[in-house]
């Protein structure tokens, strides 16, 4: 429940025909993990491993055809390993971050709503330090901070009035 991206990791005999195709069992723990992911909406990156090709649409049951909609990764040999590693380790990143910042927004949204605002704020700003270019953190900041201005001037108003009254007594 708390998966954000799947890597769904490819060798050379993952479609091999040499023993009973696994994937065509409804019942392959595999293909049952995909389908699930795939249910939920959860990105699925394919990562080909020891020169394995992406497998084709055609290639795999109807169920699984979801998982070939975000670009394929290949972890090569020894010469590319670390780089390849570094690219997959970037995207990884970016949907974690991502499922982090929407968690971190979503938990702003209720404490505003339940004007802490100075916690909302704080929120907002621990989500900008992840995803700076973020513009929904970006909005709810400034929309939060406009409201804490606001609430301290109803409230210094209200001071007023209350010494405005005893005056006035």
């Known amino acids: 429940n708390t998966c954000v991206v799947m890597l769904a990791i490819i060798g050379p005999a ?11 069992d409804p019942g392959d723990w595999v293909r049952q993990e995909i389908e699930t992911v795939i249910g939920r909406s959860i990105p699925v990156i ?3 491993i020891l020169g ?3 497998p084709k649409l055609s290639d795999l049951p109807d169920t699984m055809q979801g998982m070939l909609t975000l670009q394929a990764m290949q972890v090569r040999d020894e010469r590319d390993f670390k780089n390849d590693i570094n690219e997959l380790i970037s995207c990884v990143n970016e949907y974690v971050s991502a499922a982090r910042v929407a968690e971190l927004l979503d938990r702003a949204r209720n404490a505003a709503a339940e004007s802490h605002l100075k916690y909302a704020i704080e ?3 621990l989500a900008l330090t992840l995803k700076p270019d973020d513009n929904a953190a970006k909005d709810l900041l400034a929309d939060t901070m406009a409201e804490l ?8 108003s209200g001071i007023q009035e209350i010494d405005m009254n005893r005056a006035n007594e």
């Open 14 to 24: 993952w479609l091999s025909l040499k023993y009973k195709r696994q994937l065509d």
């Open 46 to 48: 394919p990562v080909c």
């Open 52 to 54: 394995a090709r992406l």
């Open 123 to 125: 929120l907002c700003e």
């Open 149 to 156: 201005v606001l609430a301290r001037s109803r409230r210094r």
